[in-house]
């Protein structure tokens, strides 16, 4: 009986009897239609975007995400009385997404700061849904509780609560606040180091 699958390699012919272009066909053309930086033009670019960025602005806007985010999670947590440990995923994005916008930083410094201050907003959320417990359980308002906090008692407040489960959430916060934190080249940064942004 004859085989009617064609041996592997061969051109398929559509209704048109035209040969169809293979994957690898596809994509070289592709590629071809990529601009290629010389070595001078990537270095024009990256000097453009290393002057562009800016560590300062985008650890003090990754701080205040950061703050935000600690007070989504304390509300969240206050209101639902469940401490939701994914909270710590959405600050780890919203400080890495806040250093990207406002720092436009490519150095590795950019995700340190980020990581670091995903790591400080969750912490900061923690201590914040502690202390108003430990404010109801005293029958104090919350202000009353935060005003006498120092760092010894803050700190023994976040060890004495801490779980294992929680390595795994602030790791998870760290890592993104990383990933994130960083400018991505657009089109117009490729077309400025090839000169037609001129």
């Known amino acids: 009986m004859k085989d009617l699958v064609p041996p592997e390699g061969t051109l ?6 035209a040969p169809v272009e293979t994957d690898t066909e596809i994509s070289a053309e ?3 239609e990529e601009p290629m ?6 270095q024009l670019l990256m000097q453009t975007l290393h ?22 999670w304390a509300t969240v947590t206050v209101v639902t009385e469940y401490q939701i440990g994914w ?5 780890g994005f ?31 959320g923690n201590l914040m849904t502690f202390t108003y417990f430990i404010a109801m359980s005293e029958g104090m308002s919350f202000m009353e509780v935060v005003t006498q ?11 004495s609560t801490f779980e294992a489960m929680d390595v795994l959430f602030y790791g998870l916060a760290a890592y993104f606040g990383y990933k994130y934190a960083f400018r991505q080249v657009t089109q117009a940064d490729l077309d400025k180091a ?5």
């Open 149 to 159: 906090l120092d760092f010894a008692i803050a700190a023994e407040i976040l060890t």
């Open 87 to 91: 909270m710590a995923v959405g600050i």
């Open 51 to 72: 002057s562009e960025q800016n560590l300062l602005m985008g650890a003090l806007t990754g701080f205040l995400a950061a703050m935000v985010g600690a007070g989504i």
């Open 37 to 42: 930086l010389n070595e001078q033009q990537a």
């Open 94 to 124: 919203l400080v890495g997404f806040a250093v990207r916008l406002a720092g436009k930083g490519v150095a590795p410094a950019f995700g340190a700061v980020s990581a670091v201050m995903a790591l400080f907003g969750c912490a900061v």
């Open 30 to 32: 592709a590629q071809a």
């Open 12 to 17: 398929t012919i559509d209704s048109d009897h």
């Open 194 to 198: 090839l000169g037609k942004g001129f």
